[in-house]
């Protein structure tokens, strides 16, 4: 399965292959519609919320027990999310089926995240996977339904049957690209800029896991950065420009290049480097060692193959970082080193590029951009 499966050392799978997929390896729960070709990214497939969405009182992880049971066990009610949808109150837990299952190879696996503008609303989600005890990923080969964890951490959100609030990736083997390939790939290709000027790969710091460690970028950005307001109305997560973004974020302000964050809150910003993807790989946004304090950041991380980048042109697109402050009041500074970005190969260039031919938006030309249903 794949475009290059002769590659042991693995590789994520691209669009053409995940449209070859459909209907034999990405399949549906009776009664939903087929998986769609505008559901498939470069690299990656979103995937659509069922007609049901449970409340739960405590979240857990899948093993003995099936879901299920612990639907059962943990339920306080149901909330259907047909026709204009229901609205998942902040900071409850809840539990939809998916309307993909999948039928994966022998070696074939799933990962998965949050997508960019469900990340970008404080929408905490995670995917289950009936009897495997880890989050957000399949074991080889698996074959079952799909459950996604959601909860709004910062507003209420209206929800309908088809939303797209998370995505997958399928990959063989081992598809990270080790530190020496990262580097090699950074001579060839740079991977961050300062405006348009390519940083040098003595100007970038590689971690030991095959990763780029990246900056907040604070300094010289008016405002510098958003946060959650507190107490709003319901957002639309669905509708595109439905809100205005002052009814949802204040502006925050960062003189001589640093700032407080308040314990609790929600704030985005935008990485000091801009960033690109070639063709060729895709990436992901981790979080770096907890040593650096006691923040959580980058919800949604998987950036496909070609963002930020334009055919023989220098430059990029800056990374916009989902931040909460947790148990105190915490100074962030510019130039910080804030997260590291995480290189996969891909089966191949895909046909299209991260942003081309989308009927609606994307993140491709984005700078501190707040998610779609904000103007």
Known sequence: ????????RGHLLVDRDLAAAIGK????????????PGQVQPASVDLRLGPLAHRIRASFLPGGTSIEERIDDLSTSALSLEGEGGVLERG?????????????PP????????????????????????????????????????????????????????DRLCQARLQTGRAGLATDELRELY???PLAFDGDRPLGEDEVRFDEDGGLELRVGLANRDPAGWRAAPNTSVVD???????????FFEPVHAPRGRCILA????????????????????????????????????????????FGW??????????????????VPFLVEDGQVFFRLRFFRTAGRPDSLYGEGRSGGSYRDQDLTLARTFR
């Open 1 to 8: 399965m794949g475009s290059s499966s002769n590659d042991s």
């Open 25 to 36: 390896t990405l399949l549906t729960v009776p009664g939903a519609e087929p998986v769609s």
């Open 92 to 104: 409850l837990i809840y539990l939809v089926p998916l309307e993909e299952t999948l039928a994966l």
């Open 107 to 162: 070696g074939v696996r799933a990962r998965f995240n949050p997508r960019s503008s469900a990340g970008r609303c404080d929408v905490f989600t995670r995917v289950l996977i009936p009897g495997h005890p880890r989050f957000d990923e399949t074991p080889p080969g698996y074959h079952g339904p799909l459950w996604v964890e959601v909860s709004p951490l910062s507003f209420p959100v209206r929800v309908r049957r088809g």
């Open 187 to 189: 001579r060839r290709t």
């Open 237 to 247: 997560f669905g509708r595109e420009r439905a809100h205005a973004a002052d009814d």
């Open 263 to 306: 314990p609790n809150h929600f704030y985005l910003f935008a990485s000091k480097e801009r960033l690109r993807v070639p063709p060729d790989v895709a990436a992901e946004m981790l979080p770096v060692d907890v040593g650096i304090g006691e923040l959580r950041n980058n919800y949604a991380g998987f950036f496909d193959s070609g």
């Open 310 to 327: 334009q055919e023989g042109v220098d430059g990029g697109t800056p990374a916009v970082l989902e931040v909460r402050a947790r148990d």
